[in-house]
């Protein structure tokens, strides 16, 4: 495994690989590796011939009072799983490679970007769409794999690879949860032993309007309060949103015909988290 950190060494190697006929895929990550990342990893080792995993805490995804300075940074425990997984090479830009100054190009994905998420966090999905296709002009890959667990940003990134012509695949993976049910995060690491059982009850809330649903509850109202009705005894989580949306334009229903994601994201003391279900 070769790790490398300039733009230029990426290309090179990436054209070596090429003249192999071998298949390039990416994995893009801020790095805090878990076991969401592996299994992101795994779908990417099994589908394509050599496997690139970028590591690069964003600055442009984060709001002013963010975590940007406190994200964790485990280089070394990095690169340990992305050896241990049989990733070919580890990008590990610096901000000045990534983003000379100054930067005055941003890609922003109309209308997708303004709801759930953006509403709290107005420039985060711009970051994200930004860096993605940065990273996906420098490493060029035949496919890129990202989270479930992140919807809305796999739904942006869809529509930013459709709307600029790259010639990219994204494929989606499951969101890998703790026994609990806890969706894995980076972020579960602020969280106390208290917080992270209170946290748990996210999941259970989504599975109890899941239920519902599955009983024959198409309306999206009484889904969205079960959510609530199921939280409501968990004084250390405030509620940032309760969504139902369409999947592919995440544009809110009122009705779930065939198939709805219900997305959710709360605040518990200083971290905020967030989680999604789709119902079909
Ligand atoms: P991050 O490092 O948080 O930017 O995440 C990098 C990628 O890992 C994104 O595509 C996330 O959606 C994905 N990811 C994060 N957590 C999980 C999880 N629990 N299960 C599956 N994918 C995840």
């Known amino acids: 495994m070769q790790t490398v950190k300039m733009i230029s060494e990426v290309r090179d190697l990436i054209g070596k690989v090429r003249l192999e006929g071998k298949t390039v895929s990416l994995v893009p990550t801020m790095g805090a ?5 592996i299994s992101l990893i795994k779908a990417a080792k099994s589908q394509s ?4 995993v970028s590591i690069f805490v964003n600055p442009t995804q984060f709001g002013p009072n963010e975590d940007f300075k406190r994200y964790p940074r485990p280089v070394e425990k990095d690169q340990n799983i992305c050896k241990d997984c049989g990733v070919d090479v580890v990008f590990k830009p610096s901000e000045e490679q990534m983003y000379p100054e100054p930067n005055l190009s941003w890609v922003n994905v109309e209308g ?3 709801s759930l998420c953006g509403k709290s ?7 994200v769409a930004t860096v993605c296709a940065k990273l996906f002009n420098i490493v060029t890959p035949d496919m890129a794999f990202f989270g479930q667990k992140d919807a809305q940003q796999a739904a942006i ?3 930013v690879v459709r709307d600029l012509n790259i010639p990219a695949e994204i494929r989606i993976c499951p969101t890998v949860r703790e026994p609990s049910g806890l969706a894995v995060s980076s972020r579960n690491r602020y969280l106390s032993q208290q917080q992270k059982k209170d946290a748990a009850g996210i999941y259970r809330s989504l599975q109890s309007a ?4 599955q009983s024959g509850t198409f309306d999206t109202g009484p889904l969205k309060e079960k959510i609530k009705d199921s939280l409501s005894g968990t004084s250390s989580i405030d509620i940032e949103y309760i969504s139902v949306v369409d999947p592919e334009t995440f544009s809110d229903i009122d009705h779930i015909e065939d198939r709805g994601l219900i997305a959710i ?3 518990i003391g200083s971290t905020r988290l967030i989680d999604n279900i789709i119902l079909e």
């Open 49 to 52: 011939d050599f496997v690139v």
């Open 33 to 37: 590796l878990h076991v969401g990342h």
């Open 265 to 267: 994201a709360v605040q």
């Open 112 to 114: 997708i970007s303004k």
């Open 121 to 127: 966090r107005p420039r985060h999905f711009r970051g």
């Open 210 to 213: 899941e239920k519902l649903f």
């Open 157 to 159: 990134i869809k529509t």
